[in-house]
């Protein structure tokens, strides 16, 4: 079940948290960087946040969770973590399903390029790579974007 977070509860704001630290975790130690920068946020900055969280749920708990942004007619996927818990057990394919079918819109999203999964991940959905870019010496991030369907 999909449904809309309000991160800006302490509660809620702490779930997500739960859900992202140990995904971002796996992430650091697939593409061997522990910088990324999810991995420093806090309750109170998850809180502050301007993106939308949508999240997906397991036996009534947050399993997964994906926040976006609007940005000049396009959409940002911000982030799209699984809780490893979770892992293979068609949470992340569930949520991103939701947002592109509630949303007729360009979408783009970056991941590490050495994170294989989650690269071939995006792709099954149809985001081709638009460029990379290395914001830290040695981590090269793969910016991708998916067009919106006309007609």
Not at 85 to 95: L, P, W
Request: one cysteine or more; a negative charge.
């Amino acid at each position: 079940m999909i449904k809309l977070l309000n991160h800006q509860n302490a509660d809620t704001a702490k779930q997500i948290l739960n859900v992202q630290l140990p995904a971002y975790r796996k992430e650091a130690e697939i593409i061997n960087f522990d910088g990324i920068p999810q991995l420093s946020e806090t309750v109170a900055s998850i809180q502050m946040s301007d993106e939308t969280f949508i999240g997906c749920y397991r036996d009534g708990e947050v399993a997964g969770v994906l926040s976006f942004e609007h940005i000049k007619g396009t959409i940002r996927i911000c982030r799209l973590v699984v809780h490893p818990d979770y892992f293979r057990m068609g949470v992340a394919k569930e949520i991103m399903e939701y947002l592109l079918v509630t949303n007729d819109k360009d979408f783009v999203v970056s991941t590490g390029a050495d994170n294989v999964p989650a690269v071939k991940f995006y792709e099954k959905f149809g985001f081709q790579e638009a460029e990379r870019s290395e914001p830290v010496k040695g981590v090269f991030l793969t910016h991708m974007k998916k067009e919106a369907k006309i007609g």
